[in-house]
């Protein structure tokens, strides 16, 4: 009951039901079992006095009997704000035909039970969450939908859902807030912790998948799809695709850029000081005239996956306490 009072969901006005039928069809009906478990996670932005994306997060279901399921994100993204507002796409038949329903849900920090480890290496933080609130139920990824670390292939492909930094487009409409899908692969598996200098940028149990990931898309699921082949009554064997869980997104990896500012291209003022500069090397050219140089970033198109084994190995420790 306590849980109960802590988060509020509700429909939005039922005049946004004409829009969601546009839904209907069949490229978005057929994925609703994954659309419904996907969240937009909105921070609060007090200078446009607005809800805006934030990051993504995924329900798992850990344990079917119980009244709870877990909202799983990213570490940087919980521990960053008080309180968040997820936005969900609530599957639904409206007069025989399927739709989405949009639901909010605000959430308090100080409300909820949440857990993520104090080492910022695992970024990843676990909400717990009613599994329904009156009418309103929550679907989420239960543990048989999901694909273990050691299980996994080098360059099997892969499916990550998120919310990137693509508001201007107009992609997340008020009516409905369906995620942005990206295809990669794995690239690579992380067995001992992996450095980048002194910094620590891998640790055992993550990996890397060769995909497009920028802010927004942190804390979004990341799935393969698995065949499944089954025989039907007069005999026939049957193939069937799913997608299974592996994890979420931690961060995209850049490309770090120095460049000279070439001023012999820029207007005379810039070209006197270049050729100053450039007499000889005294006191004054190194102190008044230094280099002018800038760094730039370029995505690698590498980005680090925390694997669900890590997340719900923690969560079963948390739970045990």
Known sequence: MRLFCTI??????????????GLSGAQHWRSSTILENIVMIQAYDSVS?????????VFIDYDTSS???????????????????????HYQMMDSVPSFMPALAIISKKKVRS???????SD????????????FKLNAITQRN??????????EPVEFYGFPAYLDYGLFKPTYHLPVSRSGSVSYFAQEDIYFGEKRFLIPGMLLIDGVSIGGNSGGPVFTRRAFVSTTEDGKLTVAYDKR????????????????????????TLRILDSLRNLGDTT????????????????????????????????????AK
Request: glycine share 4%; aromatic share 14%.
């Open 67 to 89: 009244a709870s399921i877990y909202l799983v994100t990213n570490r940087h993204i919980w521990t960053s704000r008080d309180s968040f507002r997820l936005e969900l796409n």
């Open 245 to 268: 869980l592996i994890g979420i997104i931690s961060k995209h990896y850049p490309i770090w850029h120095s460049t000279d500012l070439p001023l012999s291209k820029f207007p005379m």
């Open 284 to 319: 004054f050219a190194r102190f008044a005239l230094p280099d002018l140089s800038f760094d730039y970033e370029e995505n690698s198109d590498l980005a680090a996956v925390i694997s669900i084994d890590i997340i719900l190995g923690y969560l079963k420790t948390c739970l």
């Open 146 to 155: 999901i694909v273990h670390f050691d299980d996994l292939e080098y360059g």
């Open 124 to 135: 990843f933080a676990i909400v717990e969450l009613p599994r329904a609130t009156g009418q």
């Open 8 to 21: 509020c969901l509700f429909y939005m006005l039922t005049a946004n039901a004409n829009a969601n039928r």
């Open 115 to 121: 857990w993520c480890p104090e080492n910022a290496d």
């Open 49 to 57: 006095s607005k809800w805006n994306p934030f990051g993504t997060g």
